[in-house]
């Protein structure tokens, strides 16, 4: 049986009043949610909070008892299940894998469901496998007991992508990894993530994976959501006692008041510069091959604008100087308070950083300094 | 027809035979058991006896006891016992091993002889299993108990097999009938017996 | 005579290589068709609990019937010979292989069957892919059960002109030769001692294919 594929990249996900109930229990009460095409959403909140839930009434693993889902303003329960989830990654934590079939079984069981030719499986399995870090020739034809927790993990990243699905769900993938594998595993996913380009609804219990991560969050408590924002929101503008208590905005960022901006500015340097008349693409490896998140376009001695490597990933036409946006622009003694507000003011999640004499010194990224003063 | 008076006397010699053998079983395997706890070669021997013996077709069993024992009730017997033993053995033994080593312990804590330990805490540990295997066997004994007549033991067989001689329908059926009523009993009074003997420990 | 000889008399005269080959054919139609019948059955009740209580409960009572009574009451339906022998056998070993093969379907991780439908497997290939293969194990130890039943019944078919294996045992019990019933009856008892090995050889294997310790 081959499935559909009905989308390719995606608009968005709208989650409408949804309710569910267990016997008396409202497991998820009157949700509304709109997950942006291309964002990584974290729910984040206690244990029964209704993360699960809410995840599982995306792929209709559970079908919710009022409200509606719908992708690209389609309601889901006009697709077949099965082919909807087919259209979506998802990913666990622990035994998400079979054990009676190899790593490559794994990986390879929905292409091989779909009906594709044991080359095309072979090869894709590799391909992805190399993206998880695992050297397929060693590892595609272990099981999964032959396997570390990280790996397994990985494995399980691999299968969910399988399909090129437009939307991931994962809950709680790094939950069950001890602390150190947590934050290598988390590191590597940022980067995957970016890679794919994908629409992602993330579930986890970790404040920090969430900042890390996220491109907002959402908190959720007793059935219902409390907050959806992004870290800057959530931690300068708590809604509730209950987000600040679960940002931990007092303990953590009391000492951002005393900070200025070149305390927590990257340092530029060439690889940061780029010409505002190169080629995007030739721009974009160039930034993958630096690691580079941001890059700041020059034409000339002049500063063009910034430029992210997310934006130009997800439509690398023209040249660089077409996707720079105007900076910010702060001296290095600068309050870091009054320029995050001002960044949050503008919606420019970066900013230049000069010295005295007007020189590019540095780049601040709103959401890099959160996590850095976490 | 088969004469009732017939159909009575050999249904009380098939009784006795099952009941008879059965009784055996249990007095020899409970012991064994008991006495495998101490000894771990004996234990091995046994259990391995028991898991090959099982695969053994019963005919196999009741043909072998005749060059050794010669044929009657007696060797009927005999026959029974060596298959109805095994899974009373296993079973029990199972029942008395598998018990929480901190229940064994803290007996000992508390001062417990040996033999003190296997008769208040390992032997009522063991009774569902060892009621299990009981029932089993009995089934078991009920089964053989009829093949036996080829042998000359008697009993609800011998009508099976004299019927069978000539193709007498009512014959074999009147023979094999009881046996059947005699194995739902068996299956019912057991479940019942179990419950009785093990009403509050394993509830 | 020394003993080759009088085995090897046996043997000729109670023509063991034929009887065997009897025997044999028997047993493997048997568990064939109870094979295919109980795993058949097994995926059928797997999803309706109360149609399995109450199959199980019945071919439970099933199961304690004396083998020889059913073998002799299906006489005036089926005739003497192979074709009783074989059913009966089907009958005693259904059972153990399609309860095994529910409780096996059954009993497979509620964490597997979440993530299989959430990568969207339908529910037959939730069934084939993961439910029967995580089974295994289990079936085949239904199947070996089974086997331990067949080869008893096949043996008691001697009595009822099925030939096979019993028929010698049965004509050594009454002409009270001794050299026929222990010739043969260990010769029987080796047989099924192998075939049981065989089959627990297999049973053991996908056990620990399962658990990846190969
Ligand atoms: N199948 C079910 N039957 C009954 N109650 C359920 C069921 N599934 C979830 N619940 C209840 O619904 C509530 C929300 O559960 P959910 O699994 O969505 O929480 P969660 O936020 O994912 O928690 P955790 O962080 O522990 O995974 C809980 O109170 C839970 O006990
Ligand atoms: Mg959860």
Known sequence: ??????????????????????????????????????????????????????????????????????????????????????????????????????????????????????????????????????????????????????????????????????????????????????????????????????????????????????????????????????????????????????????????????????????????????????????????????????????????????VNALSLYRDAQGRLRDHAFEPLIFDANDSLPAALSEMKAHGIPMAVVTSRDGQPTGIISMNETLLRLV | MVPVDTLTNATIQHLTLTYGALFFSVVTAIPLAILSLFSKRLSNAVLTLANLLQAIPSFAVVAIVVPLLG?????????????????????????????????????????????????????????????????????????????????????LGSVIFSGLSNLNTDKIIAGSLPTIGIAIFIDVSFTLLERVITPRTHS | MNIIDRIMDVWELQQLTQRTVEHLTMFAIALVVASIVGIIVGVIVYRRFRVATVLFNVLNIAETIPTLALLVLLLPLLGLGMKPTIVTSIIYSILPIARNTYTGLTSVDKEHILVAEALGLSDSEILRKVRFPLALPLIAGGIRIALVFTMGVVTLGGLIAAGGLGAPLQTGIQLYDKDIIIVTGLWVGLLALILDSVAGMIEHRLEVNRDGTR
């Open chain 1, 1 to 306: 049986m081959t499935s559909r594929r009905l989308f390719d990249k995606i608009q968005g996900i709208t989650i409408s009043h949804v309710t569910k109930t267990y016997g008396s229990i409202y497991a998820v009460r009157d949700v509304s949610l709109d997950v942006i095409g291309g964002e990584l959403l974290v729910l984040i909140g206690p244990s029964g909070s209704g993360k699960t839930t809410t995840l599982r009434m995306v792929n209709r693993l559970i079908e919710p008892d009022e409200g509606s889902i719908s992708i690209d303003g389609q309601d889901i329960r006009g697709h077949d299940p099965v082919t909807l989830r087919r259209n979506m990654g998802y990913v666990i934590q622990q035994i998400g894998l079979f054990p009676h079939m190899s790593v490559r079984e794994n990986i390879g069981l929905i292409p091989r469901l779909e009906g594709w030719t044991r080359d095309d499986i072979n090869a894709r399995v590799d391909e992805l496998l190399s993206l998880v870090a695992l050297p397929p020739e060693v590892f595609s034809g272990r099981y999964p007991q032959e396997l570390s927790g990280g790996q397994q993990q990985r494995v399980g990243l691999a299968r969910a992508l399988a399909m090129d699905p437009p939307i991931l769900l994962m809950d709680e993938p790094f939950g069950a990894l001890d602390p150190i594998l947590r934050m290598q595993l988390q590191d590597e996913f940022a980067k995957i993530k970016e890679e794919l380009g994908k629409t992602i609804l993330f579930v986890t219990h970790d404040i920090e994976e969430s900042f890390k991560l996220g491109d907002r969050i959402a908190i959720m408590r007793d059935a219902s959501l409390d907050q959806v924002g992004t870290a800057y929101e959530l931690i300068f503008h708590p809604e509730s006692a209950f987000v600040a208590d679960i940002v931990d905005a007092n303990k953590k960022y009391k000492h951002v008041d005393t900070m200025c901006v070149g305390d927590v500015a990257y340092a530029l340097d060439d690889d940061h510069l780029l010409d505002g008349r190169m080629d995007s693409k030739d721009a974009l490896s160039s930034m993958h091959e630096h690691d580079i998140e941001v890059a700041l376009a020059v034409e000339g001695g002049e500063i063009i604008g910034l």
């Open chain 2, 71 to 155: 044929i009657g009730f007696t060797p009927a017997v005999i026959a029974i016992v060596v298959r109805a033993l095994l899974p009373i053995i296993k079973n029990t033994y199972i029942g008395l091993k598998d018990i929480d080593a901190s229940a064994v312990s803290s007996a000992r804590g508390l001062g417990l002889t040996e033999w003190q330990i296997i008769r208040y805490i390992r032997l009522p540990h063991s009774y569902p299993a060892m009621f299990a295997g009981m029932k089993f066997a009995a089934i078991l004994a009920n089964s053989i108990a009829i093949l036996t007549a080829i042998i000359g033991s008697g009993g």
